[in-house]
């Protein structure tokens, strides 16, 4: 059996983490660490958290405390290098998990000898699972082939975006630095961009082994600003780590985050197409805008339609030369 490193962030989350805390305390899988890290929220978490395991003798729980607050990808990244397991599992304090959910997952990961295994998800409210679950997915149980496994991560589907409810190799995070970005939110689609250019070997288990609170209160809504500065930023790093494996699909990628609202995400989605062509209408419509002619937001109109015809059409696009 594979030792199984369950890593919950936590900050200000009095309110749902015992519910969470709760559901790991009654997994039918035995061989797990249960790494808790307190970003130091303002509310009593970790009260709760110390009760929990106090009152349990859970002496498979530890809690690492932050000296100062450091956003998720911070508190996740602690639980990585702390982990000590063959396996790590990111689990946020606001969701929780089935009974047998690592049974599930670590059976696979045994089966299979896989890198990462993948869970499906139960969402709350229910009306989200026609949309995000893998339940009408009738392919394979097994993926080794890393074309196939990169072409799924880069479409979403049938492996989600989130980090949460992946069952994942320390030793191959460690080894091809998939730490987390700090510093942003939406740190899951980052990740997954890079994490899809290193994974061999995936198993999927269709059974849901997650329940997914929506927070329409959560972090990334409460921040519009820093979303879009986090987006700008992740949107140049994609289109600055462009590889020649399943280019189309990355390229995709880069355009499904950019917002077409702001010229500054238009620039930046120009930079992945090095053809002179294509830079000589950026400078043409870039000199309109300068001169009057076009708004902004008629300039960034006019640069969605074309690069979606350069994309769709692939007209004046010389993929080889990127």
């Keep these: 059996m594979h030792l199984i490193s369950v890593i919950i ?14 559901s790991v305390f009654n997994q039918t899988y035995t061989q797990l660490e249960i790494i808790l ?15 929990f395991i ?25 639980g990585v290098r702390e982990a000590k397991g063959d396996y790590v599992y990111f689990l946020d304090s606001d969701d929780e998990i089935i009974p047998e959910t690592f049974e599930l997952l670590g059976n696979l990961a045994l089966k299979y000898q896989a890198e990462m295994v993948q869970g499906n998800f139960q969402y709350v409210p229910a009306k989200w699972n026609d949309v995000y679950t893998m339940d009408a997915f009738d392919g394979p149980e097994f993926w080794n082939d890393n074309v196939e496994i990169k072409k799924a991560m880069l479409a979403r589907w049938p492996f989600p975006v989130m980090a949460t409810n992946k069952l994942i190799s320390r030793n191959f995070m460690v080894q091809n630095d998939l730490f987390f970005k700090e510093g942003i939110i939406h740190e899951d689609a980052y ?70 609202s702001d010229v500054e995400f238009v620039k930046i989605a120009f930079s992945m197409y090095k053809n002179p062509n294509v830079i000589k ?3 043409v419509l870039e000199g309109l805008h300068r001169n009057g002619l076009f708004t902004e937001k008629m300039l960034a109109m006019t640069v969605n339609l074309y690069i979606r015809f350069l994309f769709f059409v692939k007209a004046d696009v010389n993929y080889k030369s990127i």
């Design 9 to 22: 962030p936590f900050y200000n989350v009095a309110a749902t983490v015992e519910r969470c805390l709760l």
């Design 191 to 260: 990740w997954n961009f890079f994490l899809a250019k290193k994974l061999r070997s995936v198993a999927l288990c269709k059974a849901a082994t997650y329940v997914y609170y929506q927070n329409f209160e959560g972090i990334t809504i409460a921040n519009k600003d820093k979303s879009r500065h986090s987006m700008k930023l992740i949107v140049q790093d994609f289109a600055h780590n462009l590889d020649k494996v399943c280019l189309e699909e990355q390229k995709r990628t880069v355009l499904y985050y950019v917002d077409y």
């Design 37 to 51: 890290v307190d970003d130091r929220g303002q509310d009593n978490s970790a009260e709760i958290i110390h009760t």
């Design 54 to 78: 106090e009152k349990h003798n859970w002496t498979q729980a530890r809690v690492i405390v932050h000296p100062e607050n450091k956003g998720l990808s911070g508190a996740r990244n602690t």
């Design 281 to 283: 209408v950026l400078n």
